[in-house]
């Protein structure tokens, strides 16, 4: 699902050369916005989802996709329990969550926030932005990956070493840092859990 629109690129000052009706402009924005869920680990707009959960003895059980507004049904190991309270981010049970050792909780739930952030909303145009002036930079270097990071740079006759290899990514615009998805991670709940299914 796309987090933003074209008319939301439109805000932003862009060159001539840059055709938002152009039809990479729709790639982009679905591959940024797969991008940013990803790293979120669950829808970040409200949706109602189901997640399924290995449960140990703790109890509270954390859901991903903050916030959580509303929980339909819980099944353990599929039969229905009704002995549980919504908590702040999740599900509480008086008794524990697995009694035997593992148990496989299932959550039918709505979460999500109603609107888009502002900050999403911007990082995910930038994103695509930033995609579409690589795109029309040169047809030749506009799409190529990129696989070295600078290492070093000398200033007298000038120089730049970059880093390549095997242990370098290849990275495009829709690669988000490990500090940007581990910040969506935390503040959308994202607990190693994700979401296996929304309507």
């Known amino acids: 699902m796309a987090l933003i629109t074209t008319e939301d690129l439109d805000q932003y000052p862009l060159p001539p050369e840059v055709v938002l009706d152009d039809p990479i402009v729709t790639v982009l924005i679905e591959s940024a916005s797969a991008e940013v869920v990803d790293a979120a680990g669950s829808p970040i707009i409200q949706k109602r989802s189901t997640v399924e959960l ?18 339909h049904t819980v099944t353990v190991d599929g039969q229905p329990v009704a002995d549980w309270k919504k908590a702040n981010g999740g599900i509480y049970r008086p008794s524990g969550w697995a009694e035997d050792g593992a148990e496989t909780v299932t959550v039918d739930y709505t979460h999500g926030l109603p609107n888009l952030p502002a900050d999403i909303k911007d990082l995910v145009c930038r994103m695509v932005i930033s995609g579409l002036l690589n795109a029309a930079d040169n047809a030749a270097d506009g799409f190529a990956l990129n696989n070295g990071r600078l290492s070093s740079i000398k200033i007298d006759d000038y120089a ?4 390549t290899g095997d242990t370098v990514d290849a990275i495009t615009e829709m690669s988000l840092p490990k500090s940007t998805r581990d910040r969506l991670a935390k503040r959308f709940g994202n607990y190693g859990a994700k979401v296996v299914g929304s309507l």
């Open 160 to 163: 730049e070493g970059y880093a």
């Open 54 to 71: 290995l449960a140990g003895r703790a109890r509270i059980l954390r859901l991903p996709g903050l916030p959580v507004t509303e929980i």
